[in-house]
């Protein structure tokens, strides 16, 4: 049973910065993509980060290049989202992922085969 548990989100005004962490247990965790997605009200969900665990690349949204930084701690199955210059637009449910398939699906690229979410935290910016 894959269980994937997010922390960190929470409120923060536009320049600050929040990491969110999310740990993930019950499935192989190498070579696998593991990452972030979000969704804000009304809007479709879309990807946010993505790391392969299985070597490192890192993969990106353009909307937050330069601003967010994903890494993983192999030992603890646990990848983590360090968000700086946070803006209004980034406030969404922020939601961990784990997948077989294409990391770049976070960038709008390749597809999923299959994947399995966490619950979410909130990212609340002003």
């Known amino acids: 049973h894959v269980q994937l548990v997010e922390s960190g989100g929470g409120s923060v005004q536009a320049g600050g910065s929040l990491r969110l962490s999310c740990a993930a247990s019950g499935y192989t965790y190498h070579g696998h993509c593991m990452g972030w997605f979000r969704q804000a009200p009304g809007k479709e969900r879309e990807g946010v980060a993505a790391?392969?665990?299985?070597?490192?690349?890192?993969y990106y949204a353009d909307s937050v290049k330069g601003r967010f930084t994903i890494s993983q701690d192999n030992a603890k199955n646990a990848v983590y989202l360090l968000m700086n210059s946070l803006k209004p637009e980034d406030t969404a449910m922020y939601y961990c992922a784990v997948w077989a398939g294409a990391c770049t699906v976070v960038a709008g690229t390749g597809s999923v085969v299959a994947r399995h979410w966490g619950q979410g935290t909130q990212v609340t910016v002003s």
């Open positions: 790391i392969y665990t299985g070597g490192g690349s890192t």
